[in-house]
C-alpha cells in the first residue's frame, strides 16, 4: 500500500530557530494535511493543501504542496517551547475527502 | 462550537471480550472515519461513514465494524479482542472533502 515517508524522524532544536520537515510519497495525492500531536491528544489540524504549488501559512507555519503531487514541506518560524510535540503530515488520494494515510511522524524538541 | 468528542477516555479488556466505542462529531459535519494509532505510529486507516454507511475500509479485518446513526454520531466495535488491538482509538470528522478534525481518542488496553 502506500506509505509516506517523513523527515527527519526527530529533531532537536533551540527556541527562536527555524524548522523544516518534509514528507514524501510514491503516489499522487489530492490533498496533504499537516497535524501536530500532544501527548494523551488526537492530531491537531495545522494546515490543509488542496492544489498542487500551494503554498498556505498559518501564522508562523508555512506548509507547501509539491508540483508533483508527491511530496509537501512544512516550516515553523521562529520557534517556541510550545512548539513541541509530533508532526504527521497525511495524504488524501481522493477528492472526497476520504482515507488519509500518515507518515510516521517527527518529535520536535525545543530547547528554551 | 464543541469540536469531536469520544467517550470512554480509557478502556481495559481482556482477550476475546467485545468493545464499543464511541464519537460524536464536529457541529456541521456528516462524514466520520476511524483510526487505530499503535504506539510510536501514525494513525492507520480503519473506516469511514457517510450517509449511515460505509464508504470507505482499510486494511483491518472483519472483527472491526461500526454503525453512524442519523445523527451523525457513531460507533465502532471490535469483537474478540486481541492483545495487538491495544492502541489509541482516533475518530475523525469532516464535512465532504474538508479536512479531517480528530477527537482526542480511546485509549484501549487489551490484557
Known amino acids: 500500500g502506500q506509505q509516506l515517508n517523513q523527515s527527519p524522524q526527530s529533531m532537536f532544536i533551540q527556541e527562536g530557530e527555524d524548522v523544516s520537515m518534509n514528507c514524501t510519497s510514491s503516489s499522487i495525492f489530492n490533498t496533504w494535511l499537516w497535524y501536530k500531536q500532544d501527548p494523551g491528544e488526537g492530531p491537531v489540524l495545522l494546515i490543509a493543501l488542496y492544489k498542487a504549488g500551494e503554498l498556505t501559512s498559518n501564522g508562523r507555519l508555512t506548509a507547501q504542496f509539491g508540483i508533483t503531487r508527491k511530496d509537501s514541506f512544512l516550516n515553523i518560524s521562529a520557534s517556541i517551547p510550545s512548539d513541541v510535540g509530533i508532526y504527521f503530515c497525511?495524504?488524501?488520494?481522493?477528492?472526497?475527502?476520504?482515507?488519509?494515510?500518515f507518515g510516521q511522524g517527527t518529535e520536535l524538541s525545543v530547547k528554551p | 462550537d464543541a469540536g469531536v468528542t469520544q467517550s470512554p477516555t480509557h478502556l481495559i479488556k481482556t482477550r476475546g471480550q467485545q468493545v464499543t466505542l464511541r464519537c460524536s462529531p464536529k457541529?456541521?459535519?456528516?462524514?466520520v472515519s476511524w483510526y487505530q494509532q499503535a504506539l510510536g505510529q501514525g494513525p492507520q486507516f480503519i473506516f469511514q461513514y457517510y450517509e449511515e454507511e460505509e464508504r470507505q475500509r482499510g486494511n483491518f479485518p472483519d472483527r472491526f465494524s461500526g454503525h453512524q446513526f442519523p445523527n451523525y454520531s457513531s460507533e465502532l466495535n471490535v469483537n474478540a479482542l486481541l492483545l495487538g488491538d491495544s492502541a489509541l482509538y482516533l475518530c475523525?470528522?469532516?464535512?465532504?472533502?474538508?479536512?479531517?478534525?480528530f477527537g482526542a481518542g480511546t485509549r484501549l488496553s487489551v490484557l
Open positions: 457541529s456541521g459535519h456528516d462524514t
Open positions: 475523525a470528522s469532516s464535512l465532504q472533502y474538508m479536512g479531517q478534525y
Open positions: 497525511a495524504g488524501q488520494e481522493d477528492n472526497q475527502g476520504g482515507k488519509l494515510i
